[in-house]
């Protein structure tokens, strides 16, 4: 039985991130264009032994967090999705995403990004493998990526319009057939010895690169000429890249990571003692006037009221 959990579109990502049922978020904005008049959609529901869900960010957004304990996550992007750096690997609209159990969601994705979720528990998968006949596959030949054949994804795709589409047309049989089809591409991607790799622009490498190193821990340290270094490329070629993914250039994209950390840090309960100021310059932000001014134009709020949320005043 098909039953509707969460069908709404949001004007803000932490009342997104609040109202998701199951998955554990942890999403920051780091860009929207001026046309944008909200951050995205979500839908979420049950398909027999199967969580569905359908999500498009319409902002960029820094993704963290975890998905639904005790399951395997499938992703599959809907057509045009813009390429994504997620949990180090850089991927296009053509694969299919898949987080281990236990697994965590670090991602960054540009404006309007859509995909199709699935979550299923591991007793499920089992079945469905001794169902079909195909062997256990090696822990670490279970690949996090894969690219099922095109007329595979599109009927993937069809399916999970259906499922989540308007007064949910879809029904449990094909649920069913919608995990057979997933489960059956990815054990068979499990199986191959190597996936043909696609080749990556000189763009697309660089920002694989900066975005790894990012990553590391001392990214506040960073600036767009040490980036530069990191991707191999110049100052132009690195704007046109960061520009082309999220709307921003390095340094922009590096600020708004760093408000977003300041975002973070107020809204953490132990924050209550803590001053707006203080937190401010541990992350770089010296000119007052203009951290509250960038902060607000981000966030629609000042960094003082922020705070007060977070101590409950």
Known sequence: MVQRLLEATFSD?????????????????????????????IIQQSCGPLEVGYARFLVSVEQGG????GALTFVVPEEGMRRLWWRGHDVDAGTVLVFPVGGELRSYSGPDFEVFTVSVGEECVAKLRECLA??????????????????????????????????????????????EELVLAWLRASASASERRQPMRARDRAIKKCLERIEQADWTELTPGVLCEVGRVGERTLQYAFRERYGLTPAAFLKMRRLAEVRRRLLQP?????????????????????????????????????LGRSSGA
């Not at 998955?23 to 959609?41: H, I, K, M, Q, T």
């Not at 975890?66 to 304990?69: E, I």
């Open 13 to 41: 990502v932490d009342e997104m991130c609040a109202a998701v049922r199951s998955w554990n978020l942890d999403f920051r904005p780091l860009y929207a264009p001026v046309e944008c008049s909200g951050v995205g959609r």
């Open 66 to 69: 975890t998905p639904p304990t």
């Open 134 to 179: 195909i062997s256990p596959p090696v822990a670490r030949l279970c690949p996090e990526t894969f690219r099922p054949p095109r007329q595979v994804l599109a009927m993937l795709r069809w399916r999970l319009r259906r499922l989540t589409g308007a007064a949910g047309c879809g029904h449990d049989l094909e649920a069913k057939q919608l995990i």
């Open 270 to 306: 132990s924050s209550s003692d803590a001053k707006v100021g203080d937190v401010a310059a541990s992350l770089g932000f010296w000119h007052v006037g203009q951290f509250a001014a960038d902060y607000r134009r981000a966030y629609g709020e000042t960094p003082s009221q922020t």
